[in-house]
Structure formats: C-alpha cells, structure tokens
C-alpha cells in the first residue's frame, strides 16, 4: 500500500506564491510518475503538473512559466512551487503518484487534497 501526505496549501493574494509538498511512502519498487492535479469548485479535476522518472515535465498551458514541479533527492517526496498566483488558480490540489509494485503493477495513488485560495 501506497500513502501520500500532502501539505502547504493556503490563502495568498494574487501574485504571491505558494510550494506544495506531497511525501509518499509504503510499499512500492519505484514511482513512475509524480503529478499535481486540481479542481475548482464545479469544475473537472485537471492535471497542472507531471514530473516523469526520465526527468521530462509536462505543465498546463495555464501554469507554464509560472509553476515548477520537483522532487527531493531521495524522490518520495514531490514538490509544486507556485509564483504569480491568479485568482483562477483557486481550487483543491491533489498530489497523484503512479507507483510500481511487483505484486500488483503499476497503478495510481491520490493524495488527500489541499486547498489554494488566491484572493485579495
């Protein structure tokens, strides 16, 4: 079983920054993929941020250039910075973690979620 811990969410008024943390731990043999989605209220979650085990990134047109996703050297524990904060990026994130067990295969795992409000 995989866990996933997040934190770091807050209010912030627009342009201000934020860093998201999401810890994983259990039992895995390695993590894929480590993501950060969102949802807003009535909205679909969405995906905001990947970080793939070959180093690639993949960002929503909407964050790019202003949202970095990262992992820490021992690679259980991922990170969201996030700068220029608009009041659209108001929702709850949700760390996601596509993790390989011998066992079981790969599959996903979620995070509680943390909320984001960005309001002056």
């Known amino acids: 079983q995989v866990q996933l811990v997040e934190s770091g969410g807050g209010s912030v008024q627009p342009g201000g920054s934020l860093r998201l943390s999401c810890t994983v731990s259990?039992?895995?043999?390695?993590?894929?993929?480590m993501s950060w989605y969102r949802q807003a209220p009535g909205k679909q979650r969405e995906s905001v941020a990947q970080?793939?085990?070959?180093?690639?990134?993949i960002y929503a047109s909407t964050v790019e250039g202003r949202f970095a996703i990262s992992r820490d050297n021992a690679g259980n524990t991922a990170y969201l910075q996030m700068h220029s904060l608009k009041p659209d990026d108001t929702a709850v994130y949700y760390c996601?973690?596509?993790?390989?067990?011998?066992?079981?295969?790969?599959?996903?795992?979620w995070g509680q979620g943390t909320q984001v409000t960005v309001s002056s």
């Open positions: 996601n973690v596509n993790a390989y067990d011998l066992t079981i295969g790969s599959r996903d795992y």
């Open positions: 259990g039992s895995f043999v390695r993590i894929n993929v």
């Open positions: 970080l793939h085990a070959t180093g690639t990134t």
